[in-house]
T-cell receptor, first 110, second 115 residues
């Protein structure tokens, strides 16, 4: 079947620290992979995506590389800001259906 | 341009009642998908509609139904509400039926509470 596993949170970092949120997946076929971010009281916003193996998605200083050999799509950012505090969801898309991980809450403290 | 809009933003119902949630996609988007997000979990796929036809269905009981109108807006209906239906219901729209290169844009959701 299809599923996504994310590292459990919550994650608390100091401003300017390095961020890694791990994501691994199980999928039939060749899925596209996504990271979405959810701020309190809001819906999900697309952060970045990768549609095939070895693609790197990047946006707002965040990046993730589609690794087929390790079935992973880890999210990284070199220097987090307080405004990055949110819940981050890893997701895969196969066919017409998205499968989301359970989310990782990130809090960045000044 | 307006994003995906959902109504109402909050709703309180009791067990056994029926509820209708509404979604208007981004202008020009023809695909609408519905998701249920239980507190502390990731969204779970319920339905996808494209050009008024159901294109995908998640693992939800028949109490859940949906439809899409000629203007591409959509309704999600849930009958015989259970306490476990309490969740944030998210609507997402995209240009076409397949999303690999067409990211889904999410609304802010409808918070449904069942008493």
């Amino acid at each position: 079947g299809n599923s996504v596993t994310q590292m459990e949170g919550p994650v608390t970092l100091s401003e300017e620290a390095f961020l890694t949120i791990n994501c691994t997946y199980t999928a039939t076929g060749y899925p596209s992979l996504f990271w979405y971010v959810q701020y309190p009281g809001e819906g999900l916003q697309l952060l970045l995506k990768a549609t095939k193996a070895d693609d790197k998605g990047s946006n707002k200083g965040f990046e993730a590389t589609y690794r087929k050999e390790t079935t992973s799509f880890h999210l990284e950012k070199g220097s987090v800001q307080v405004s990055d505090s949110a819940v981050y969801f890893c997701a895969l898309l196969t066919g017409n259906q998205f499968y989301f991980g359970t989310g990782t809450s990130l809090t960045v403290i000044p | 341009d307006a994003g995906v809009t959902q109504s109402p933003t909050h709703l309180i119902k009791t067990r056994g009642q029926h509820v209708t949630l509404r979604c208007s996609p981004i202008s020009g988007h023809k695909s609408v998908s519905w998701y249920q997000q239980v507190l502390g979990q990731g969204p779970q796929f319920i339905f996808q509609y494209y050009e008024k036809e159901e294109r995908g269905r998640g693992n939800f009981p028949d109490r859940f139904s949906a439809r899409q109108f000629p203007n591409y807006s959509s309704e999600l209906n849930v009958n015989a509400l259970l306490l476990g239906d309490s969740a944030l219901y998210l609507c997402a729209s995209s240009l076409g039926a397949r999303g690999e290169n067409q990211p889904q844009h999410f609304g802010d959701g409808t918070r449904l509470s069942i008493l």
